[in-house]
Every structure is written in structure tokens, then in C-alpha cells.
């Protein structure tokens, strides 16, 4: 019985030390992974003042918004890995803010932002959970400017509607999160990006505006490890 039960713990042992090996295996040097979540991207409006001819302290304000995202990743090494994120554009509303404050929607803008991490990976491919830091560049492609009627008053008052374009900008993206692995193959994480995002809104009046937005974006994925 004893010889019985050796035999058994024996096979046991080896059974969880292939599983930890195909796991490993799977987040280790050389694998791919691809996951697919959603995104929310919320902007932390710091807006300067609409060039003259402007009432003083006219600002803007951006809200958030929330969009599937596609994140492929490659090891490099077991703890060091490339990460390429896709989405489709952040719809993003603008708001009067300062001096105009409550006067509501200024106009409607996307954003595409294409970004490439570095990754450091923390514990062993195979534990349970890894948590990870990167620090990568994001390109922030504005475009389908539209301004509304209450731009146009605030603007241009008795005169064509007032359009609007937002210079693109490469930025600084600093990232941290966790991943929990569900199966061989299957995972999840969680990730929050902060951006250094500062630009300038050209409207078709000649007025200008410089915006520091700094978006924080927050995804929640699943993912397949290759």
C-alpha cells in the first residue's frame, strides 16, 4: 500500500510539473500573446485661454469615452516583452469650461492612439499572477473635427460655422497592471496607462488654444497565449 500510494504521489508530482512547464512555456521567450478588451480614456483637461478676440478665461473641457482595444505582445526574454496596442478612435465630446462654463457641447472630435510598450514582467512565466510595468510612445491621431452651433455663436457670431483641427502629437506613456492566468492558454488583466499629452486647437476664426489633456487610460481584456 505504501509502495501504492509512492507510486501515485510520483505520478502526481509529475503531472503538476508538466503543467507548470507547459505554462511556463507559454509566457516565456519567443511566445505571442493577443487580447482583446475595453478601453475607457479619460483626458485630465488642463485648457489655456482661447486666443483674442475671446471673452477672458474661455476654456474647454474633453469627456471620457470607452472602446474595444486589441493589445499583441511578444517575449523577448521571460520577464521582458513588447506590447503594440490598437483600438478603434475614442469619441470624445468638448465643453465650454472657465468663463463659459454650462454653455454645453462645443464640438466632437476621434482620436486613434497607435502605442508600442517595453514591458518588465515580474515573477516566474508560469506564477498565477504577474504584475508588470512599461514605459512606451503613443501616437494621438485627431480627426472628424466637427464644431457645433454654440461654437460658431461664441466665435463667429452672424458669420459661417466655425471649424476646428487638433494638431497630433507622439507622446510619453508610462503603464503598470496584472495579469491572472485562467488556463494554459487563456488569461486576463487589467492596465492603466498615463500619458504626457499637450496640444493646439486651430480654428477657422485664426483664434488658437493650447490643452495639456494627459489622458489615464484603464483596459480590461482576456487573452491567448500562442
Known sequence: MKLRTHGVAKTLIAAAALACAASA????????????????????????????PALPFTRIDVKSDIQPVLVVAYGVTDNISLEAALGTPYKHKLLGAGSIAGTGELGTVEALRPALFAQYRFLAPGAAFRPFVGIGATYTYFMKESG???????????????????????????????????????????????????????????????????????????????
Not at 452651433?149 to 497592471?177: C, H, M, V, W
Not at 504626457?196 to 497565449?225: C, F, I, N, W
Open 25 to 52: 512555456a507559454a509566457q516565456s521567450a519567443g511566445k505571442w500573446t493577443a487580447k482583446f478588451g475595453f478601453g475607457e480614456l479619460a483626458p485630465k483637461v488642463e485648457s489655456g485661454d482661447l486666443s483674442a
Open 148 to 226: 457645433s452651433g454654440r461654437l460658431t455663436a461664441l466665435t463667429n457670431p452672424g458669420g459661417p460655422p466655425t471649424t476646428f483641427e487638433i494638431d497630433d502629437k507622439f507622446s510619453y506613456t508610462a503603464q503598470a497592471g496584472m495579469t491572472m492566468h485562467l488556463s494554459e492558454r487563456w488569461f486576463a488583466d487589467v492596465s492603466v496607462n498615463k500619458s504626457r499629452l499637450r496640444t493646439d486647437v486651430r480654428y477657422s476664426t485664426g483664434q488658437r488654444q493650447h490643452v495639456k489633456l494627459d489622458p489615464v487610460a484603464v483596459a480590461l481584456a482576456v487573452g491567448y497565449k500562442f
